[in-house]
């Protein structure tokens, strides 16, 4: 099949504006003013101002959409119905090979790694060369339309395709995410299942019907209210097995901030206002990959010894850091890997309830089980329930913790107060709608960070642990010359803390960090030169000059018994050099995973 003519639109619009979307992970779009224009233009039709015609973004029916977006994940009593339809859709997605690898081939035409059945072996396995197609596990690419774009499915979509699946699958990757509206009558003759299918969708909350206000057409149009983002774990490298092992996950977010263009679902009148669940964005990819490369290596250096494998994940959003950390054990398991013979639990931590149930709608579709804490990282009595999960003693603690914070040192008057306010503490708290519950990571940036690496040493087992941390680091190194320690390698270990068994980690950051005038005119997501100068005062003042993405692994060096290295904690830190295919979160960056890879894997063994 051709690439279709508005897909192929889509792609290269994203392709354009990656290197800038990259950086502006975690943001919302919706600038006041210019939203404000937005709305006079594209008017909801309760004001009785018309779209144009041809308009089939979400984007621009976000306001008729909230009273949808407030029942994601309530519209059940009955705990048996909303699992047996959550099985449901798991089969339809398998049916429509809602797959990265399938959508990535079939509908945008990347390339793949074509798999087969051969066992093969590779001489080097600290090379990635022959996985880069893989990259990345999920279609960070897209961009949903916006305010004013349309998809016209009809002009393009063969029903009578020999390829049965890929109908159903053109209309679901156009309503799940591209975020455009479908019409109800396509819909019902092209998607698999038809009306049952779109009866199923409507009892999960994942789409609504709205009228068509295309004067041609008097019919309805099937809204959607979600992402669903396919994401494919595959084999690990290392493992010297068969490429057609894979994990194929879905995983559903919240919208887009280009679409939902706010960073809090308001109240309904029976619903309270709750923070949004953050899209697979590339920081959640940045820390897939990069702890998938090296996997493998750590679970071969001695870092399974108890028969149940225990994962955490903080701040976990839709709880893809711990889904994909239950994946990777389970392609494992299907290769017959020895070491995935141990049972596993997973439990993810989030301040956001609507977040937690988005997790327990992703493992129950994807297969896992996850238990779900409710927590503020930032209050007094953060680590009560917490701790209430190892206080059993060491059996009981983490193998593994997962953590993507938030972490925007965000100004006083670009901060959402209303997504703030749900946490129990007030530190933060500070107005926009550009930054909120999943983004501010306070005046600072370092709030939630610091608790996190405060929180590890006394959650995580004593002979192997590791903490993995995907965030944007301030004042990072800038050169591998520097024999003087910065003051951001300093804090992290003291954040840490001086225990009873020695820790070593590595921060890894970009070869070339933003200066603080870049940064700030990126967040500020205006050209108005008052909030970019608010910015940059508020990032002197914190005396912020250089911002990077970056990851940090820490890992308790007492395996086996092992005593001979000194208590306390100590971090190294590397540059990842910058290639043509990107820096250290570039999705597709194969060379970043494969330099930080080879690090870790010496990290484990120390």
């Not at 709305?39 to 984007?59: E, K």
Request: with cysteine; glycine share 6%; hydrophobic share 40%.
């Amino acid at each position: 099949m051709n690439l279709p003519s508005l897909w192929s639109l889509v792609f290269l619009f994203s392709i354009t504006v990656s290197v800038v979307l990259s950086f502006h992970v975690k943001t919302s779009s919706r600038h006041k003013a210019s939203w404000t224009r937005s709305t006079q233009v594209f008017a909801n039709r309760n004001n009785q101002v018309s779209r144009p015609p041809d308009d089939t973004s979400v984007a621009s029916r976000i306001d008729e959409a909230t009273p949808f977006l407030q029942q994601v994940g309530r519209s059940y009593t009955d705990m048996d119905a909303w699992e047996n339809d959550i099985d449901k859709l798991h089969e339809l997605l398998h049916l429509t090979r809602y797959h990265h690898s399938t959508i990535k081939k079939h509908i945008f035409n990347l390339p793949i790694n074509e798999r087969t059945n051969d066992r093969h072996n590779h001489e080097d396995e600290q090379s990635l060369e022959k996985y880069k197609h893989e990259y990345p596990f999920g279609p960070t690419y897209v961009r949903p339309i916006a305010v004013g774009q349309s998809i016209d499915l009809r002009q393009f979509i063969d029903i009578n395709s020999t390829e049965e699946w890929l109908p159903s699958l053109q209309v679901l990757t156009t309503l799940f995410l591209l975020s455009s509206c479908v019409p109800i009558s396509l819909f019902t003759q092209t998607v698999v299942g038809g009306n049952d299918t779109l009866n199923l969708l409507l009892r999960l909350g994942l789409v609504y019907l709205s009228p068509d206000d295309n004067i041609n057409n008097d019919g309805e149009l099937v809204v959607p209210v979600v992402h669903l983002f396919p994401l494919q774990i595959p084999q690990l490298p290392g493992t010297r097995d068969r490429l057609d092992l894979v994990k194929d996950m879905v995983f559903m977010t919240d919208l887009h901030p280009n679409v939902l263009s706010v960073t809090t679902i308001p109240s309904g009148s029976d619903c309270p206002e709750e923070g949004a669940v953050m899209y697979i964005g590339p920081d959640s990819l940045a820390l897939v990959h990069h702890l998938h490369a090296s996997f493998l290596g750590y679970l071969n250096n001695g870092n399974t010894d108890s028969s149940v494998f225990r994962v955490l994940d903080v701040c976990s959003g839709s709880g893809v850091q711990a889904l994909a950390a239950l994946g990777m054990l389970d392609v494992l398991r299907k290769s017959g890997h020895e070491l995935a013979a141990v049972d596993v639990e997973a439990v993810a931590v989030d301040v956001n309830q609507r977040a937690l149930r988005f997790t327990e709608f992703n493992a129950r579709l994807n297969g896992m089980k996850v238990t779900t804490v409710q927590s503020d990282l930032l209050a007094d009595d953060a680590m009560a329930s917490i701790e209430e999960l190892v206080g059993r003693g060491e059996s009981k603690k983490f193998d593994i913790l997962l953590a993507n914070p938030p972490f925007i040192p965000t100004p006083n008057l670009v901060s959402d107060d209303a997504a703030l306010s749900l946490r129990e503490t007030n530190s933060i708290a500070t107005n926009s709608q550009s930054y909120g519950l999943f983004s501010s990571g306070g005046v600072s940036g370092e709030d939630c960070l610091c608790a996190i690496i405060q929180m590890a040493p006394r959650v995580l087992r004593s002979d192997g642990g590791l903490m993995a941390i995907v965030s944007e680091f301030m004042n990072p190194p800038l050169s591998d010359l520097d024999e003087q320690k910065c003051m951001l390698l300093t804090k992290v270990e003291q954040w840490w803390g001086s225990h009873d068994v020695a820790a070593s980690g590595v921060l890894f950051t970009n070869e070339h960090p933003l200066e603080s005038q870049v940064y700030a005119q990126r967040r500020a997501l205006t050209d108005d030169h008052g909030v970019i100068s608010l910015w940059l005062n508020h990032l002197e003042r914190y005396q912020i000059e250089h911002v990077s993405p970056g990851l940090l692994f820490v890992q308790y060096q007492n395996k086996g018994g092992n005593t001979n290295n000194a208590p306390g904690c100590n971090i190294d830190y590397r540059l990842v050099p910058k290639t043509n295919n990107g820096s250290v979160w570039t999705p597709h960056n194969f060379n970043a995973v494969e330099y930080t890879m080879k690090i870790l894997n010496d990290l484990y063994q120390s």
